[in-house]
């Protein structure tokens, strides 16, 4: 897969037609995955073209807006799914104020024949576009909003199952399960003194899981770990008035600080909750990870 950025409305000719999938793309959810498997189907090189920041930076003025997959484990999955070309337009001010006739023009210009959008889709100033204006210009292939369980799959949902801690549910959506990728940094030492050594993981604009302990797998230089992460405020001992995340990795002893490293969320154990002593908390992390490992055992055994 070729990756594109485009700044500063320089827009670039692709080499060759493109059918383009368009959207923001966040999660990368099973809804947005039939929008690709329709993009690859037609007698054009497939692509995706999507925004970064993420609208809602400007739309909405949150800044810091987080998200299920920023941009580098979204263009990973892209790239697994196959796609020739990922089209990456940076979204400020000038190109939320763009006409909609400017940026089907753009489009044009980027060598796009066809087009795949979702039902709801809109672009350009004041979101004036919609999918009949593209159908009048492009080879046009709406997809129907995508149902599951009986609920339309949504990145928005998505988020609401994170926020409840329902990462098992969470993964049949996403068609994978949810991960966070960060460096490892400094942390204060204090799991280590108890006997469950920790990684603090700066996990940047990832959007957080309810607070609470979970089974995970972690990353390290492709290799996979078992684990359990547990993300909060340390009730227990230095309370952090922001929100941490935590990986104890079970028999893992080497020095990882400063290393990239993926959680990747396999099932929430309990609630945090702060301890009176540190003979409580030791005893209720030994019997997290004993859940950890069953729970592991158990998912080796349905294979």
């Given at each position: 897969?070729?990756?594109?950025?485009?700044?500063?409305?320089?827009?670039?000719?692709?080499?060759?037609?493109?059918?383009?999938?368009?959207?923001?793309?966040d999660g990368v959810h099973l809804g947005h995955q039939k929008l690709i498997d329709e993009c690859k189907r037609h007698n054009y090189k497939s692509a995706v073209l999507t925004f970064y920041p993420h609208p809602s930076v400007f739309l909405k003025k949150i800044p810091n807006y987080p998200l299920i997959t920023p941009l580098e484990i979204k263009t990973d999955i892209l790239s697994r799914l196959g796609i020739?070309?990922?089209i990456v337009i940076e979204f400020n001010l000038e190109m939320a104020s763009m006409p909609k006739d400017e940026f089907i023009e753009k489009m044009k210009f980027m060598n796009i024949k066809s087009c795949v959008c979702g039902y709801d889709f809109?672009?350009?100033?004041?979101?004036?576009?919609?999918?009949?204006?593209?159908?009048?210009?492009?080879?046009?292939?709406?997809?129907?909003?995508?149902?599951?369980?009986?609920?339309r799959v949504s990145s928005t949902y998505i988020r609401e199952l994170l926020s409840?801690?329902?990462?098992?549910?969470?993964?049949?959506?996403?068609?994978?399960?949810?991960?966070m990728r960060g460096r490892v940094k400094f942390g204060n030492q204090q799991g280590r003194l108890i006997g469950f050594p920790t990684a603090n993981i700066d996990y940047k604009n990832y959007f957080v899981p309810k607070t609470g302990v979970y089974f995970v797998n972690v990353k390290i230089d492709n290799v996979l770990y078992l684990g359990?992460?547990?993300?909060?405020?340390?009730?227990?001992?230095?309370?952090k008035e922001n929100i941490e995340l935590e990986v104890h990795i079970f028999n893992f002893d080497d020095d990882i600080y400063d290393n990239q490293v993926e959680v990747i969320f396999i099932n929430r154990i309990r609630d945090e909750k702060r301890f009176n002593n540190k003979d409580e908390l030791i005893n209720q992390l030994k019997k997290d990870r004993s859940e950890c490992l069953n729970y592991a055992g158990d998912l080796y055994l349905t294979k």
């Open positions: 897969m070729k990756s594109i950025f485009i700044k500063d409305k320089n827009f670039v000719t692709l080499p060759e037609p493109v059918c383009a999938a368009i959207g923001n793309f020739d070309y990922l809109t672009f350009g100033k004041m979101a004036e576009g919609t999918i009949r204006d593209l159908a009048k210009e492009f080879e046009f292939y709406e997809v129907k909003k995508y149902v599951f369980d009986d609920v409840s801690g329902d990462v098992f549910k969470a993964k049949r959506l996403l068609g994978r399960p949810y991960s359990m992460a547990n993300i909060g405020h340390n009730p227990t001992f230095n309370f």
